[in-house]
């Protein structure tokens, strides 16, 4: 019998994924691991397969890809996009399928986000409430149209309907311009998605911008951080000593700190004025900017968490508030290139 491990990986482009890929094909125990990616760009796919990966050349929107894929993992780690209900969907039926065929519950590794936790205060103040990945009682009382919670309820759902062990990563706002051998050859995107965001903004108005008078707290977390905790999940339910928690004890919050909306914009404005964009003090985005463009105002919103149960894995974060500060720079030079 084959000791192969077979993993279905989505997201092996991104930002995220590529790191968490690149980490699974330096593992120990690389040489088990039968990995399977979902990958739209042919080209991509031609360079995965040269470091060893099995690629089906598709998109997540087709749901007999993905299903058909998932009926055959062991492990699936989702790092694509937290809010593709379909995809999730088809994953679940193929998850399904595996179980009632083989009797074996697959392990699912999902990524969702903190953005879960947010409020509407439009940079107007910080609430105290911070969320704990170890207080599922707490998580529970989040509502049903809160961001990401649609996939992350039917992540749940299978959990409890008893055919797969799923496992929420939640990544905070996640920094640092990604290096590695994916980044290297081509295949993966050394961006995040926030500050990037916040950067464009910022040089298409002239000036650094944040909601109202960026009161407004979220968590951080380094790129180098996420990707670990992703690995140190995986051992933990491979070591299964003790088992770590799944469905609704499964929820991994990645965060090392927190950092003020107006702080950031500061930064920001001073990065931008350096390239001769803009004063070095941020302005509030207008109503209109806010109307215009939805990620404004998630840029105005709280998201305040705790890694308890991330941390109880094992999982020790390097990278400090400085190092968030310290990544400013870098990005703003890269995209002002
Ligand atoms: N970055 C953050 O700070 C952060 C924080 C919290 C949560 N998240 C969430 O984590 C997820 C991944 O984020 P990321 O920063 O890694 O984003 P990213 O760099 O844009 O990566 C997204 C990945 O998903 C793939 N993908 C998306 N839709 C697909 C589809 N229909 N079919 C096939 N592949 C598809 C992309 O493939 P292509 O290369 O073909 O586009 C890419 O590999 C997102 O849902 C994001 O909201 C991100």
New binding site residues.
């Given amino acids: 019998m084959s000791d192969k491990i077979n993993i279905l990986f989505?997201?092996?482009?991104?930002?995220?994924?590529?790191a968490v890929l690149e980490r699974l094909l330096k593992h120990p125990d690389a040489s088990r691991f039968h990995i399977i990616a979902?990958?739209?760009?042919q080209e991509?796919a031609e360079k995965l397969k040269k470091l060893g990966i099995d690629v089906v050349v598709?998109?997540?929107?087709?749901a007999h890809t993905v299903r058909d894929a998932a009926s055959k993992a062991d492990v699936v780690f989702a790092?694509?996009?937290?809010?593709?209900l379909d995809?999730a969907s088809a994953m679940m039926q193929g998850l399904k399928q595996r179980f009632e065929k083989t009797g074996k519950k697959s392990v699912l590794i999902h990524?969702?986000?903190?953005?879960t936790l947010t409020d509407k205060a439009n940079g107007a103040f910080t609430y105290d409430k911070v969320y704990d990945d170890n207080d599922a009682d707490q998580i529970e009382t989040l509502s049903d149209d809160a961001d990401?919670r649609h996939v992350d309820l039917l992540v749940l759902k299978a959990d409890k309907d008893g055919y797969v062990k799923t496992h929420i990563v939640?990544?905070?706002?996640?920094?640092g311009i990604y290096s590695g051998k994916l980044v290297d050859l081509g295949i993966?995107?050394p961006?995040?998605?926030?500050?990037p965001k916040l950067i464009k903004l910022g040089k298409e108005r002239g000036q650094a911008g944040m909601c109202g008078k960026g009161q407004n707290t979220w968590p951080h977390?380094h790129?180098n951080d996420?990707a670990d905790l992703y690995i140190n999940l995986y051992d933990a339910i491979v070591a299964n000593s003790p088992a770590p928690g799944h469905g609704r004890e499964g929820y991994y919050f990645?965060e090392n700190g927190h950092y003020r909306a107006g702080e950031l914009a500061k930064a920001i404005a001073v990065e931008l004025a350096a390239h001769g964009v803009g004063k070095d003090e941020p302005t509030t985005f207008t109503e209109e900017e806010f109307n215009k463009d939805p990620m404004v105002g998630y840029f105005g919103t709280n998201s305040r968490a705790k890694g308890s149960r991330a941390r109880a894995l094992g999982w020790k974060p390097k990278y400090t508030d400085k190092d968030f500060y310290a990544s400013i720079k870098p990005e703003v030079n890269a995209l002002l290139k």
């Fill in positions: 989505t997201g092996a482009t991104g930002y995220i994924g590529g979902i990958v739209r760009s991509k598709g998109s997540h929107s087709d790092v694509a996009d937290a809010d593709n995809a990524t969702s986000g903190t953005g990401h939640l990544p905070s706002t996640i920094y993966q995107n961006h995040s998605v926030q500050i977390v790129i996420i990645g």
